[in-house]
């Protein structure tokens, strides 16, 4: 290099990533879970009660662990609405092996192998074949959980092996149960997945820009295919916990968990354009539908009343940081 | 000719005499001009829906909020009933306040910039808890509705059903609307070329609103014929009715990436679905089967729809390898 | 004689920037006035406040001596002012006659539009402007030159007094370029006041009756074309003569790097084949949609080509993705950098290292250390301006965007860089940085190709040139051969004869 383009050295950042951290939507929503702890523990005698708590996760694990890879998939300019009927076929799947006498670890197979099929066959319609994900999982939503329907009609498979019950039901120590387990360990997988590795970095650059992620040399494609595929199995893992916990299968199984998901990924802060957002943020989001749903229970607040509140949820985190910034204006 | 059978209504047309076809071939008595009828009365509700949806999604936007919409109008037109307010206001009631639900969408999706597909799934679970707030989840049965109330949509006239002119008015007020006003171009525009409308004068953002204004007065007034026609009001009715009628604007054609479409097509989609679920039970398959059909109809319509659609490569060669 | 729209002192701001800084502006009836000036200087943020699109934060705008503002776009519209874009801003899914008349079509019975009227008036339009198009024809069947042809018939029909023409010739052939200047003549002559906006000279010089200058969001200077040369005008642009735009030195020009065969595509390119050595930087030339950049974007992997072989080396190469492209060491700089050149919203360190993760990552893992240090040392190479390796790219200028996908693709230290239209939009002084260097690479034994559609550009820099054709290589010169008439002639067809 000659004299003349040897340019002057950019420093490599300007605030510390620690300084950023404090900064961030993580953190304004770590201290309204906070909130929301104590407010609730004010709120009533029982709520600080260990194995309440460990009840109430119930109300989150399992959604939460479909809410991982979808976090991904918005991430990467994406979006999965069948996650929930996915959860109906996997169910289904697992009810009539367990009729026919299947053992628990084909059952789990099962669940999880519907999920991961379920989630290949909307990669490729995706990233196969460029249709929209929206249209194309709103289709994989009437579709799996139409099958389910023409399985079962207005049955109920009801009988699951003894051990089955465990993934549901069970705990791996004192109060932390097997689902809460679970939760952590998938938090950790995909936090790292997500934030540590060239499979996320190529994630957050398909979200913001598809076309140079692919002038990049990243294989765009292929890494949308493997977060529909991580998204099914997720949905997998959740019908066999879900499935477990209830001892039952009918076709109306998790209907509108895919309103819960994706909302505890936006209050994660995550961005539902892609782009930008945080393994940590939909943890402590989990922790906060968590809190809420569990406080609300215990005010005996009616479930659809919830429901409206999620809603609220939903919307306005999303509006409020818009309304005020509008207001300063 | 070609230009013809290259055009999307015309293909779905085709299909939908072929379905008639297989099915009058088993079942005549399916294509009789009087079962056809009661056919297109049922399908009414999903053409209405359909047709304010589609000037959504025009607008390179969805409302899923519209069956949640039309369940909390219903129910309190119900209500509305019960406390012996007259037929004439509760119609115009509902319809406003179906226009003011789907405002509170457009609204956040005009002011406020957010996406519609979050906006409606918000105000979708949103909208029907209203109903429970409103009446503690307990059902309007049809002993509590007066005779007059649920009568109206079915009083026929001229040999078809209240129901079924309505759907026929809305299907010529659509046609008009889209083709021959300033706003129904608007709703192309803006969905076909956003940075381009803004250069023209036309508001992205007010004319997302309108549609979702127009979707909701419909979903309003469907809520009142729904309930009346089933005699029946609570919580959870027409609940995922909301995919159906996405379902039959995308089976019509209806880009979801906006700007395109036609109300021949959107009518045709719900039509289809229509069918489809009124030949279910004559054929002799279980209505569990309605909801996978639809799904996998939805499927097949966006694969064809993009079928050609697709990035293909210029054509900048005089005499190409295939003609493309 | 009173100009018809007069702007004084318009000044406009946005959070951390000025973008005018009081500028001033007049246009005449009957007149072609240039607006010049590089990129940033503001010239697209006036059509933004022209066609009220913006609103300035202060200063006034007068039409025929009257002060009035545009609040709405639909106000500028009623005033009489109009743009034809840079993009054409119509409408795809509507006939040409909707386009001539959204917004303001004739309404008949029930207030709704009378289609009837709506398309003879069109029709009326189209033949005074002697375009033989339907008016009931759907748009997106139409060439972009006929959407040129609509775009206009849409400013004559709302009696615009004022025609803002933002770099219309872009996306244009050299024939229907031909055509436009021609409909500039009739706009003229039917007395409308045309702002016409190029980065092109030869086109400035050739159409605009005056000129206004503006440097940096300032008023720089106006006047007559009649009174200034080139040299002059460039001078105003930058504040400075420019001298060497194309400071090409000789290099060592070695072995074959790259080789294609009987390269084809079922629709957009056949037959293409070429040797490209060490150190050489070999021209590609035509005209804008003659399949050069269809060519580039197969070799890296973008398309997938139907025949034919791409040799690195002695090496047979099969390229089916960007990935083995790079693994091949091919790279491509795009010409649409603001969808594929960088990724914005990730941070520059980020963007430079998006290609070489493999390199700076153990086991799919990433190392935060080796990254910063791979983006400092390319960053540097470039002479990047930024606040830190950690800001958004999106923030960057284009030029130093530019930069950043440079020095993303030479941190994979690949054998071939294919540079397409690398300076298009790009300001006269980042010109001349990205030209030297293109050299210095080429300098150091990198194989270039560079798709240009400048001339002077394409015989300043490259040792070699290759036209091509409606998807065909048309000829190839070198040395002595390489003069204008022979490229643009090869590049139009001998029928054309036009240069």
Same mark, same amino acid.
Request: with cysteine.
């Given at each position: 290099?000659?004299?003349?383009?040897?340019?002057?050295?950019?420093?490599?950042?300007?605030?510390?990533?620690?300084?950023?951290?404090?900064?961030?939507?993580?953190?304004?929503?770590?201290l309204?879970?906070?909130?929301?702890?104590?407010?609730? =523990?004010?709120? =009533?005698?029982?709520?600080?009660?260990?194995?309440?708590?460990?009840?109430?996760?119930?109300?989150?694990? +399992?959604?939460?662990?479909?809410?991982?890879?979808?976090a991904?998939?918005?991430?990467?300019?994406?979006?999965?609405?069948?996650?929930? =009927?996915?959860?109906?076929?996997? =169910?289904?799947?697992?009810?009539?092996?367990?009729?026919?006498?299947?053992?628990?670890?084909?059952?789990?197979?099962?669940?999880?192998?519907?999920?991961?099929?379920?989630?290949?066959?909307?990669?490729? !319609?995706?990233?196969?074949?460029?249709l929209?994900?929206?249209?194309?999982?709103?289709?994989?939503?009437?579709?799996?959980?139409?099958?389910?329907?023409?399985?079962?009609?207005?049955?109920?498979?009801?009988?699951?092996?003894?051990?089955?019950?465990?993934?549901?039901?069970?705990?791996?120590?004192?109060?932390?149960?097997? +689902?809460?387990?679970?939760?952590?360990?998938?938090?950790?997988v995909?936090?790292?997945?997500?934030?540590?590795?060239?499979?996320?970095?190529?994630?957050?650059?398909?979200?913001?820009?598809?076309?140079?992620?692919?002038?990049?040399?990243?294989?765009?494609d292929?890494?949308?295919?493997? !977060?529909?595929?991580?998204?099914?199995?997720?949905?997998?893992?959740?019908?066999?916990?879900?499935t477990?916990?209830?001892?039952?299968?009918?076709?109306?199984?998790?209907?509108?968990? +895919? !309103?819960?998901?994706?909302?505890?990924?936006?209050?994660?802060?995550?961005?539902?354009?892609?782009?930008?957002?945080?393994?940590?943020?939909?943890?402590?989001?989990?922790?906060?539908?968590?809190?809420?749903?569990?406080?609300?229970?215990?005010?005996?607040?009616?479930?659809?009343v919830?429901?409206?509140?999620?809603?609220?949820?939903?919307?306005?985190?999303?509006? !409020?940081?818009?309304?005020?910034r509008?207001?300063?204006? | 000719?070609?230009?013809?059978?290259?055009?999307?209504?015309?293909?779905?047309?085709?299909a939908?005499?072929?379905?008639?076809?297989?099915?009058?071939?088993?079942?005549?008595?399916?294509?009789?001009p009087?079962?056809?009828?009661?056919?297109?009365?049922?399908?009414?509700?999903?053409?209405?829906?359909?047709?304010?949806?589609?000037?959504?999604?025009?607008t390179?936007?969805?409302?899923?909020?519209?069956?949640?919409?039309?369940?909390?109008?219903?129910?309190?037109?119900?209500?509305?009933?019960?406390?012996?307010?007259?037929?004439?206001?509760?119609?115009?009631?509902?319809?406003?306040?179906?226009?003011?639900?789907?405002?509170?969408?457009?609204?956040?999706?005009?002011?406020?910039?957010?996406?519609?597909?979050?906006?409606?799934?918000?105000?979708?679970?949103?909208?029907?808890?209203?109903?429970?707030?409103?009446?503690?989840?307990?059902?309007v049965?049809a002993?509590?509705?007066?005779?007059?109330?649920?009568?109206?949509?079915?009083?026929?006239?001229?040999?078809?059903?209240?129901?079924?002119?309505?759907?026929?008015?809305?299907?010529?007020?659509?046609?008009?609307l889209?083709n021959?006003?300033?706003?129904?171009?608007?709703?192309?525009?803006?969905?076909?070329?956003?940075?381009?409308a803004?250069?023209?004068?036309?508001?992205?953002?007010?004319?997302q609103?309108?549609?979702?204004?127009?979707?909701?007065?419909?979903?309003?007034?469907?809520g009142?014929?729904w309930?009346?026609?089933?005699?029946?009001?609570?919580?959870?009715?027409?609940?995922?009715?909301?995919?159906?009628?996405?379902?039959?604007?995308?089976?019509?054609?209806?880009?979801?990436?906006?700007?395109?479409?036609?109300?021949?097509?959107?009518?045709?989609?719900?039509?289809?679905?229509?069918i489809?679920?009124?030949?279910?039970?004559?054929?002799?398959?279980?209505?569990?089967?309605q909801?996978?059909?639809?799904?996998a109809?939805?499927?097949?319509?966006?694969?064809?729809?993009?079928?050609?659609?697709?990035?293909?490569?210029?054509?900048?060669?005089?005499?190409?390898?295939?003609?493309? | @004689?009173?100009?018809?729209?007069?702007?004084r002192?318009?000044?406009?701001?946005?959070?951390g920037?000025k973008?005018?800084?009081?500028?001033?502006?007049?246009?005449y009836?009957?007149?072609?006035?240039?607006?010049?000036?590089?990129?940033?200087?503001?010239?697209?943020?006036?059509?933004?406040?022209?066609?009220g699109?913006?609103?300035?934060?202060?200063?006034?705008?007068?039409v025929?001596?009257?002060?009035?503002?545009?609040?709405?776009?639909?106000?500028?519209?009623?005033?009489?002012?109009?743009?034809?874009?840079?993009?054409?801003?119509?409408f795809?899914?509507?006939t040409?006659?909707?386009?001539?008349?959204? /917004?303001?079509?004739?309404? /008949?019975?029930?207030?709704?539009?009378?289609?009837?009227?709506?398309?003879?008036?069109?029709?009326?339009?189209?033949?005074?402007?002697?375009?033989?198009?339907?008016?009931?024809?759907?748009?997106?069947?139409?060439?972009?030159?006929?959407?040129?042809?609509?775009?206009?018939?849409?400013?004559?029909?709302?009696?615009?007094?004022?025609?803002i023409?933002?770099?219309?010739?872009?996306?244009?052939?050299?024939?229907?370029?031909?055509?436009?200047?021609?409909?500039?003549?009739?706009?003229?002559?039917?007395?409308?006041?045309?702002?016409?906006?190029?980065?092109?000279?030869?086109?400035?010089?050739?159409?605009?009756?005056?000129?206004?200058?503006?440097?940096? $969001?300032?008023?720089?200077?106006?006047?007559?074309?009649a009174?200034?040369?080139?040299?002059?005008?460039?001078? @105003?642009?930058?504040?400075?003569?420019?001298?060497?735009?194309?400071?090409?030195?000789?290099?060592?020009?070695?072995?074959?790097?790259?080789?294609?065969?009987?390269?084809?595509?079922?629709?957009?390119?056949?037959?293409?084949?070429?040797?490209?050595?060490? /150190?050489?930087?070999?021209?590609?030339?035509?005209?804008?949609?003659?399949?050069?950049?269809?060519?580039?974007?197969?070799?890296?992997?973008?398309?997938?080509?139907?025949?034919?072989?791409?040799?690195?080396?002695?090496?047979?190469?099969?390229?089916?993705?960007?990935?083995?492209?790079v693994?091949?060491?091919?790279?491509?700089?795009?010409?649409?950098?603001?969808?594929?050149?960088?990724?914005?919203?990730?941070?520059?360190?980020?963007?430079?290292?998006?290609?070489?993760? $493999?390199?700076?990552?153990? $086991?799919?893992?990433?190392?935060?250390?080796?990254?910063?240090?791979?983006?400092?040392?390319?960053?540097?190479?470039?002479?990047?301006?930024?606040?830190?390796?950690?800001?958004?790219?999106?923030?960057?200028? $284009?030029?130093?965007?530019?930069?950043?996908?440079?020095?993303?693709?030479?941190?994979?230290?690949p054998?071939?860089?294919?540079?397409d239209?690398?300076?298009?939009?790009?300001?006269?002084?980042?010109?001349?940085?990205?030209?030297?260097?293109?050299?210095?690479?080429?300098?150091?034994?990198?194989?270039?190709? @560079?798709?240009?559609?400048?001339?002077?550009?394409?015989?300043?820099?490259?040792?070699?040139?290759?036209? @091509?054709r409606?998807?065909?290589?048309?000829?190839?010169?070198?040395?002595?051969?390489?003069?204008?008439?022979?490229?643009?002639?090869?590049?139009?067809?001998?029928?054309?004869?036009?240069?």
């Amino acid at each position: 290099m000659t004299a003349h383009t040897q340019g002057r050295v950019i420093p490599d950042r300007l605030t510390s990533p620690l300084a950023r951290a404090l900064r961030s939507w993580e953190a304004l929503l770590l201290l309204v879970a906070v909130a929301i702890f104590i407010a609730n =523990s004010f709120a =009533s005698p029982y709520f600080l009660d260990p194995w309440n708590l460990s009840d109430a996760s119930f109300n989150f694990t +399992e959604k939460a662990m479909i809410a991982f890879a979808m976090a991904m998939l918005i991430i990467a300019g994406d979006i999965d609405l069948s996650v929930a =009927s996915i959860i109906a076929l996997a =169910s289904t799947v697992m009810g009539a092996a367990a009729l026919a006498g299947a053992d628990v670890p084909v059952l789990v197979g099962l669940g999880l192998g519907t999920g991961l099929l379920c989630g290949a066959f909307n990669g490729l !319609l995706v990233a196969g074949f460029g249709l929209p994900s929206i249209v194309v999982t709103i289709g994989t939503m009437s579709l799996f959980r139409g099958i389910s329907y023409i399985v079962l009609g207005d049955q109920a498979y009801t009988e699951y092996p003894k051990g089955f019950g465990y993934f549901g039901q069970g705990y791996v120590w004192w109060v932390f149960s097997f +689902e809460l387990v679970l939760f952590a360990v998938m938090a950790v997988v995909f936090g790292l997945l997500l934030h540590k590795t060239n499979f996320g970095r190529a994630t957050y650059a398909i979200g913001n820009n598809a076309t140079a992620a692919r002038f990049s040399g990243i294989r765009v494609d292929r890494i949308r295919f493997i !977060l529909f595929l991580l998204t099914g199995l997720c949905s997998g893992i959740a019908a066999v916990c879900l499935t477990s916990r209830l001892g039952s299968t009918r076709p109306s199984i998790g209907t509108g968990y +895919e !309103l819960e998901v994706v909302t505890m990924v936006v209050l994660g802060g995550v961005n539902i354009l892609g782009g930008s957002g945080s393994i940590h943020g939909v943890v402590i989001a989990a922790f906060v539908m968590g809190l809420v749903t569990f406080g609300l229970g215990l005010l005996n607040v009616p479930g659809i009343v919830m429901s409206i509140i999620i809603g609220l949820l939903l919307i306005g985190v999303i509006a !409020l940081p818009r309304l005020w910034r509008m207001w300063r204006k | 000719m070609s230009a013809l059978l290259k055009s999307r209504e015309a293909i779905l047309a085709l299909a939908i005499a072929l379905l008639l076809v297989v099915i009058a071939s088993r079942f005549p008595a399916f294509v009789t001009p009087g079962n056809l009828a009661s056919v297109f009365t049922d399908t009414s509700p999903l053409i209405l829906l359909a047709l304010g949806q589609m000037v959504v999604i025009l607008t390179k936007c969805i409302d899923l909020s519209v069956t949640a919409n039309l369940a909390l109008c219903g129910m309190i037109a119900a209500l509305m009933n019960g406390a012996g307010v007259p037929l004439p206001l509760i119609l115009l009631l509902v319809v406003a306040l179906g226009a003011v639900l789907g405002a509170v969408n457009g609204l956040l999706v005009w002011k406020l910039d957010i996406p519609s597909i979050v906006v409606t799934l918000g105000t979708m679970t949103i909208y029907r808890g209203i109903i429970f707030l409103l009446t503690d989840g307990k059902w309007v049965n049809a002993h509590q509705m007066s005779e007059g109330f649920k009568a109206f949509p079915r009083a026929v006239f001229l040999g078809l059903p209240v129901m079924a002119w309505i759907a026929i008015l809305g299907i010529v007020a659509f046609v008009l609307l889209v083709n021959r006003t300033p706003l129904g171009r608007a709703f192309y525009a803006v969905g076909g070329n956003p940075h381009a409308a803004v250069y023209t004068g036309i508001s992205v953002g007010r004319t997302q609103f309108a549609a979702f204004v127009l979707s909701g007065a419909l979903a309003g007034f469907v809520g009142y014929l729904w309930v009346a026609r089933y005699a029946v009001a609570y919580v959870d009715i027409a609940s995922g009715f909301e995919l159906d009628v996405v379902a039959a604007c995308v089976i019509g054609g209806i880009a979801i990436a906006g700007g395109a479409g036609s109300v021949a097509g959107c009518v045709m989609g719900a039509l289809f679905l229509g069918i489809m679920k009124n030949a279910l039970p004559v054929v002799g398959i279980s209505p569990f089967w309605q909801m996978a059909i639809s799904g996998a109809a939805i499927l097949i319509a966006i694969a064809f729809n993009a079928r050609g659609s697709g990035p293909k490569g210029r054509l900048i060669l005089k005499t190409p390898e295939v003609r493309a | @004689m009173t100009p018809v729209l007069s702007l004084r002192d318009i000044q406009k701001s946005f959070p951390g920037v000025k973008a005018l800084a009081g500028v001033q502006l007049d246009l005449y009836p009957g007149q072609v006035t240039a607006l010049i000036g590089e990129n940033g200087a503001g010239k697209s943020t006036i059509v933004k406040i022209l066609t009220g699109i913006y609103q300035p934060d202060g200063g006034t705008i007068a039409v025929e001596g009257r002060e009035t503002r545009f609040p709405t776009a639909q106000a500028a519209s009623d005033a009489g002012v109009t743009a034809i874009h840079q993009e054409t801003v119509l409408f795809d899914e509507l006939t040409v006659a909707e386009n001539i008349f959204i /917004g303001h079509a004739p309404k /008949g019975r029930f207030g709704l539009i009378d289609r009837k009227a709506m398309e003879a008036q069109a029709k009326a339009l189209l033949a005074s402007i002697h375009a033989d198009l339907e008016p009931h024809a759907r748009l997106r069947d139409l060439g972009i030159a006929s959407k040129h042809l609509v775009a206009i018939a849409r400013a004559l029909s709302i009696d615009a007094r004022v025609v803002i023409m933002d770099e219309p010739t872009a996306a244009l052939s050299h024939k229907e370029i031909q055509e436009l200047y021609d409909l500039v003549a009739t706009l003229k002559a039917k007395g409308k006041a045309i702002l016409f906006i190029s980065h092109k000279f030869d086109e400035i010089f050739r159409i605009a009756d005056r000129y206004t200058v503006f440097r940096d $969001g300032q008023f720089v200077g106006e006047g007559a074309m009649a009174d200034v040369n080139e040299g002059q005008l460039v001078q @105003m642009m930058v504040g400075r003569s420019v001298d060497q735009i194309y400071p090409k030195r000789p290099a060592q020009i070695g072995a074959p790097v790259l080789t294609v065969t009987g390269y084809s595509h079922p629709t957009e390119f056949a037959d293409v084949g070429f040797t490209l050595h060490q /150190g050489e930087i070999l021209g590609f030339y035509g005209l804008v949609g003659a399949g050069r950049s269809e060519v580039m974007q197969a070799l890296f992997g973008i398309t997938k080509p139907s025949h034919g072989a791409v040799k690195i080396g002695d090496e047979v190469r099969v390229i089916r993705s960007t990935a083995q492209a790079v693994a091949a060491g091919i790279v491509y700089v795009p010409e649409d950098r603001g969808k594929q050149g960088a990724v914005k919203g990730l941070p520059i360190y980020q963007n430079v290292t998006l290609p070489s993760l $493999g390199r700076t990552s153990k $086991g799919g893992f990433l190392r935060m250390a080796q990254e910063f240090a791979l983006a400092r040392e390319y960053t540097q190479r470039l002479d990047l301006r930024a606040a830190s390796l950690d800001q958004d790219v999106g923030l960057l200028s $284009g030029g130093n965007q530019q930069k950043v996908v440079i020095a993303k693709w030479l941190a994979t230290k690949p054998r071939v860089i294919i540079l397409d239209e690398p300076t298009k939009g790009i300001d006269i002084g980042s010109k001349a940085a990205v030209h030297d260097f293109m050299s210095e690479l080429a300098a150091q034994g990198l194989a270039v190709i @560079m798709v240009s559609s400048e001339i002077p550009e394409v015989l300043g820099m490259a040792d070699r040139v290759i036209v @091509m054709r409606e998807g065909r290589i048309a000829a190839e010169f070198a040395g002595d051969a390489m003069t204008p008439e022979n490229l643009v002639r090869a590049a139009v067809g001998i029928e054309g004869e036009a240069a």
